[in-house]
């Protein structure tokens, strides 16, 4: 599976933004899917993540109420809807596909395949 994160941008504190993360490969449609970002020096941390079917999803408190996510399988792209931006989503967001674990997880590291990475700025 590929990925190909893109929809980042600079906008203004309360604004929102919508990435996508287009996949190639069938595989896709049967993978947990998920968006992380990270920091400049800071490790890389779950925002929020999709099962295949979209029947279950997950949320950071941090982005609780304010993101969501979805996915469109017969276009083999992944969405994360931000509502209400501020300053502190500003960071490099990446997208993630997990094919063998199955489960909804937080962890980086049981994510098989990433995105490029798209940057987010939300001025103050």
């Known amino acids: 599976v590929q990925l190909q994160a893109s929809g980042g941008g600079l906008v203004q504190t309360g604004d929102s933004l919508r990435l996508s993360c287009a996949a190639s490969?069938?595989?896709?449609?049967?993978?947990?899917v998920g968006w992380f970002r990270q920091a400049p020096g800071k490790e890389r941390e779950f925002v929020a993540g999709?099962?295949?079917?979209?029947?279950?999803?997950l949320y950071s408190d941090s982005v609780k109420g304010r993101f969501t996510i979805s996915r469109d399988n017969a276009k083999n792209t992944l969405y994360l809807q931000m509502n209400s931006l501020k300053p502190e989503d500003t960071v490099v967001y990446y997208c993630?596909?997990?094919?063998?674990?199955?489960?909804?997880?937080?962890?980086?590291?049981?994510?098989?395949?990433w995105g490029q990475g798209t940057q987010v700025t939300v001025s103050s």
């Open positions: 999709i099962t295949w079917n979209g029947g279950r999803s």
């Open positions: 490969g069938r595989t896709f449609r049967s993978a947990t």
């Open positions: 993630a596909a997990d094919l063998v674990l199955g489960t909804l997880s937080t962890t980086p590291a049981e994510y098989d395949y």
